[in-house]
């Protein structure tokens, strides 16, 4: 009884660990994502620009 109690003490500490391990991953590809946004209206803007040059 006691093993199985501390295996599933282990699952769960695994699986808060992945969880934990994803929510960082969102977060950086969440400000990876705005970062490359803004590059291209950058971009977007100076193509403009040396188009009517």
Do not use: D, G, P, W
């Not at 695994?14 to 960082?24: D, I, M, P, S, V």
Request: hydrophobic letters at 30%.
């Amino acid at each position: 009884m006691i093993k199985n109690r501390e295996s599933a003490a282990r699952s769960r500490a695994r699986k808060q660990a992945y969880t934990h391990e994803l929510e960082n991953k969102v977060s950086r590809l969440e400000e990876e994502n705005e970062r490359l946004r803004r590059q291209k209206v950058s971009l977007c803007f100076l193509n403009k620009l040396t188009y009517y040059i």
